[in-house]
């Protein structure tokens, strides 16, 4: 289990290290290393997702590590609830950033190899918080420089802890 402690309430994650070993591993390192730490969910849209593990709160991007090849084809799905991976128009360009689901997402799920298909890959759940997520999913969003859907209000992870159970991962 992985919490996240954000100024809105703490968000549970558990990771699928079965279907999603290389996103659940680039997740859970980036907790150990503390990267997420004082970051914002920089992109909500009511409706679709929070996105977040990017951006500092005065929006300064943070630089990740090297990108993972996407595991979209896993058989999980964007379902509500789930996390999946961020990334830009290149199908294996995942890095830091990640969203939660807040609606069934299917558009985004994997149909193929290829530009149209690829779809982003989920690797975790939800498992308590999501009354949390929820408050985040309503806040209200505008514009910051070229970045649209930024909340107005700093939805921030403070820290993040990790179980035990995650200690051999």
């Not at 549970?12 to 150990?32: G, H, T, V």
């Not at 069934?104 to 939800?126: C, D, E, M, R, S």
């Not at 420089?145 to 802890?161: K, L, R």
Request: proline letters at 3%; charged letters at 20%.
């Amino acid at each position: 289990m992985i919490t996240l402690h954000t100024n809105f309430g703490d968000i549970n994650i558990e990771l699928d290290f079965d279907k999603a070993p290389i996103s659940a591993a680039n997740f859970l390192q980036y907790c150990r290393d503390d990267f997420y730490n004082n970051t914002i969910f920089h992109r909500v849209i009511d409706g679709f997702m929070i996105q977040g593990g990017g951006f500092t709160p005065e929006m300064a991007e943070k630089g990740g590590r090297d990108s993972i090849e996407n595991e979209a084809d896993n058989g999980l799905t964007n379902d509500e609830g789930t996390l999946a991976m961020a990334r830009t128009n290149e199908p294996h360009s995942a890095s830091s950033q990640f969203f939660i689901n807040i609606a069934n997402n299917g558009f985004l799920n994997h149909t193929g190899k290829n530009p149209q298909g690829w779809g982003y890959a989920v690797f975790g759940k939800v498992t308590d918080g999501m009354d949390v997520v929820n408050k985040i999913k309503g806040v209200a969003t505008g514009n910051s420089g070229f970045h649209q859907d930024v909340p107005t209000e700093t939805v921030e992870i403070e820290s993040v802890t990790i179980s035990d159970a995650y200690s051999d991962k």
